[in-house]
């Protein structure tokens, strides 16, 4: 009883928090009693409920997730911070779409998990939230959940895996895989060659060590605002990641007594500056599709427009696979991502004054940055890609854009007219693409249709096919391909991607045929298939996609509701802001 009295007498002195309508109600007694009183049984003292922050860390652990399989241990030093600055951290999971584990594709989940994350914030009794984020899908189902619910949100990314050491050379995730994958199937290493390389890639906790899709995520992040600054590229290992952690547990408690909620660090302008950031760090074609959907649960207009403008005139200066040549654990020795922010703030291509998660502005954060090897941070006036980024690409093929990364694709194939060898799904180009009788050469176009949001739930990364085996053997490495399907951050080659809308809903992809020609003209944003508008009209009336057969669950919804790639990808319902009152229909 005097313990009850204590908390209620603390309560009154402080600000009303939103966990205190669980665990200090002084009108529903019997709610109270079951909401405090049950957690006493993990053994936290009456003062954790005396009105104090009540921080959820919400967390994307999972053995399954083996990027993330960490994140306990992150986790323990966020609560030391949180402790430390007065709140109280409660930890909770949430669905974490592993990339590397997950069928039929971690994209077909991102949108679930962010349901997940979504309800599970404003179902529960908390004032400001951490997310804990790695592998790639995992990063944007928390901030999208998150950005739904709108409370003192925090993110931390997991961190990069140390560089990968194969037989005295550095291998990269991802990138290396589609290097040793080309070897072996020209004939160049042996099985057991290949099977080495798996530890010698993935040596230490944490995400892909290449700037792929979970690297540039963790770089979005921080250049959003939403996160400390230094948090990309941090290795999983280092102890400053868990310094960060644990500063970020300190953080979180600030940001809720000054009621800094995600919406007021997340706008347009730091869009902007991400979409630059980018650009700068060589980034996955990924992220145009995740950023539009936090966008979009913030209700903050991003189309690929933005892409276009903000997109224009930015070098890539990271010199990191699968652009350039070194890993995420050189990129944080040289200084990481502070050190871009700052040359771009130095070229007055950012929006300095936006806010971020530690009250101060971009350019404060990140002016004072030191960098310590210019090979792997390129200055501005000798970049590794002078015109890098992500370019949008429009045309009959393409009337609402599809994407590719110049950085990672052949110059020399930048501007191109070549005949379109089709494949009608993923099935059909894994029957035919090694078929030697396939009419193919190097100049040829690949095609790949019906791998879209719908045509293939998810929109799966296979839009950089494999090339034909008689192609590789005579050294082919690169040839353009087109497709409605996506591409993983660590892939690299001249394609072209998210064409919309997709061949499933009879998008103008659909219409090629085999032999028909294609003109690519990067420069100048065009990609068009040279056939008659009226034939194309004429092919597409009678066009039958292949949809996937699905009538029921999860997988039914999703293709019912999933928009187009240009629009992220999100359930249409999804989108918007729905707040952190838990509405009680009946009670
Ligand atoms: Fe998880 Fe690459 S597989 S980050």
């Not at 600055?85 to 584990?101: D, H, R, W």
């Not at 890539?316 to 654990?329: A, D, F, R, W």
């Not at 008659?532 to 057969?549: A, F, M, N, V």
Request: with cysteine; net charge neutral.
């Amino acid at each position: 009883m005097e313990e009850e009295l204590l908390i209620s007498d603390n309560m009154s002195k402080k600000n009303k928090l939103r966990s205190s309508n669980w665990y200090n109600s002084q009108t529903h007694r019997r709610d109270t009693f079951v909401h405090r009183g049950w957690m006493r049984n993990q053994g936290h003292p009456s003062h954790l409920f005396d009105g104090r922050p009540v921080i959820g860390i919400c967390n994307t652990w999972s053995e399954l997730t083996p990027c993330n399989g960490h994140f306990r241990e992150i986790s323990e030093s966020v609560k030391k911070g949180v402790y430390e600055a007065g709140g109280f951290p409660l930890e909770f999971p949430v669905f974490s779409a592993s990339e590397s584990n997950l069928r039929p594709t971690a994209m077909l989940f991102r949108n679930l998990a962010s349901m997940d994350v979504e309800e599970a914030i404003r179902g529960n009794p908390i004032d400001g939230v951490v997310l804990l984020m790695g592998c790639d899908k995992t990063t944007p189902s928390l901030l999208m959940g998150a950005g739904s619910v709108d409370l003192p949100t925090i993110g931390i990314s997991g961190g990069p895996m140390l560089n990968g050491q194969h037989r005295g050379e550095t291998i990269g995730s991802g990138t290396g895989v589609w290097e040793l994958d080309a070897d072996l199937n020209a004939g160049l290493i042996t099985e057991e060659d290949f099977v080495e390389a798996e530890i010698s890639m993935s040596r230490s906790k944490g995400n892909c060590m290449t700037m792929g899709t979970a690297s540039t995520m963790g770089s979005m992040v921080e250049a959003l605002g939403m996160s400390l600054p230094g948090n990309a590229a941090i290795p999983a290992v280092d102890a400053r990641r868990y310094s960060l952690a644990h500063m970020s547990g300190r953080r979180i408690v600030e940001m809720v007594k000054e009621n800094l909620i995600m919406s007021k660090i997340i706008s347009k302008k730091s869009f902007e500056n991400a979409i630059k950031v980018n650009g700068a760090i060589g980034g996955s074609t990924n992220a145009v599709i995740h950023l539009a959907a936090v966008a979009g649960r913030l209700e903050i207009d991003l189309d690929l427009s933005d892409w276009e403008v903000c997109g224009k005139d930015i070098p890539t200066i990271v010199n990191l696979q699968p652009s350039g040549k070194y890993l995420m654990e050189d990129f944080y020795y040289a200084g990481g991502l502070p050190v871009v922010i700052k040359r771009l703030l130095e070229q007055n291509l950012l929006n300095g004054d936006c806010v971020t998660v530690n009250g101060k502005t971009i350019s404060e954060n990140n002016m004072k940055a030191n960098c310590w090897n210019n090979e792997v941070i390129k200055k501005f006036d000798d970049p590794l890609i002078r015109d890098g980024g992500i370019k949008i690409l429009r045309g009959n093929i393409a009337p609402d854009g599809a994407i590719i990364k110049p950085s990672a694709a052949t110059p020399k194939l930048m501007k191109h007219k070549g005949k379109a060898v089709v494949f009608e799904s993923i099935e059909d180009l894994h029957t035919k693409i090694d078929d030697p009788n396939l009419e193919v050469d190097e100049n040829s176009i690949l095609v790949l249709k019906n791998c879209g949001p719908r045509g293939y739930p998810g929109m799966a990364e296979v839009g950089n096919m494999r090339l034909p085996k008689k192609l590789l053997k005579k050294g082919v490495r690169d040839m353009i391909r087109i497709s409605d399907a996506r591409m993983s951050g660590t892939a690299f080659g001249t394609v072209i991607l998210h064409t919309s809308p997709e061949a499933a809903i009879k998008g103008p992809l659909a219409a090629v045929q085999n032999g028909d020609f294609i003109e690519v003209d990067v420069n100048k944003g065009l990609m068009n298939l040279l056939v008659d508008e009226k034939i194309i009209l004429k092919r597409l009336e009678s066009y039958k996609p292949i949809l996937p057969d699905i009538s029921s669950g999860y997988q039914k919804m999703y293709i019912d509701h999933v928009m187009q790639a240009d629009k992220g990808a999100d359930l249409d319902f999804l989108v918007g802001k729905r707040g952190h009152e838990v509405k009680r229909h009946s009670h």
